[in-house]
T-cell receptor
């Protein structure tokens, strides 16, 4: 079974703090994704990585950066957290080479910025 | 542009009722994939089904069934004899372009099944 884990289920940070959200997958997937989920807006893609050290902006990258130093780990960084970044953050991985196009999701991190 | 519309924001039913969740999509691609995911209260999205654009056969899996109609650009999901455990947010998604697994998601439909 594919397992995608995220470092925290709940996180509370102060405005201006630097925040790291970590995601680890154990199935050797090439592709990894960070989404944020907000009521009425569904899932929106923040960043995407298709290989180690490779990344691509998604639909809403402003205020975020990412790091992928190892294949299994994909980190989302909020350089200076703001209240409008309060949201649920979901990480996913997929095996495009396998041809299934299916994404496997982690349990999510609910981030509150005060 | 790719787009997925789930017009139903929230649906409430009583247990054992049948319920259909609507999904309408827009794409310029001739080859694409459609998906349904379930997000229970625990938060983790769970894959339910994938359909490619060349396969218009309806699919049934237990109490779940999917109706894919290219003529109306719809991929609707029906739960027969709903149960309380079906309560969740359901997302429909579409591949953004050919040969990519980047998805565009609808806004989701929250289903509440009451005992």
């Amino acid at each position: 079974d594919v397992k995608v884990t995220q470092s925290s289920r709940y996180l509370v940070k102060r405005t201006g703090e630097k925040v790291f959200l970590e995601c680890v997958q154990d199935m050797d997937h090439e592709n990894m994704f960070w989404y944020r989920q907000d009521p009425g807006l569904g899932l929106r893609l923040i960043y995407f990585s298709y290989d180690v050290k490779m990344k691509e902006k998604g639909d809403i990258p402003e205020g975020y950066s990412v790091s992928r130093e190892k294949k299994e780990r994909f980190s989302l960084i909020l350089e200076s957290a703001s209240t409008n970044q309060t949201s649920m953050y979901l990480c996913a991985s997929s095996d495009l080479a396998g041809g299934t196009y299916e994404q496997y999701f982690g349990p999510g991190t609910r981030l509150t910025v005060t | 542009a790719q787009k997925v519309t789930q017009a139903q924001t929230e649906i409430s039913v009583v247990e054992k009722e049948d319920v259909t969740l609507d999904c309408v999509y827009e794409t310029r691609d001739t080859t694409y994939y459609l998906f349904w995911y379930k997000q229970p209260p625990s938060g983790e999205l769970v894959f339910l089904i994938r359909r490619n654009s060349f396969d218009e056969q309806n699919e049934i899996s237990g109490r779940y069934s999917w109706n894919f109609q290219k003529s109306t650009s719809s991929f609707n999901f029906t739960i027969t004899a709903s149960q309380v455990v079906d309560s969740a947010v359901y997302f429909c998604a579409l591949t953004r372009s050919y040969n990519t697994d980047k998805l565009i998601f609808g806004t989701g439909t929250r289903l509440q099944v009451f005992p």
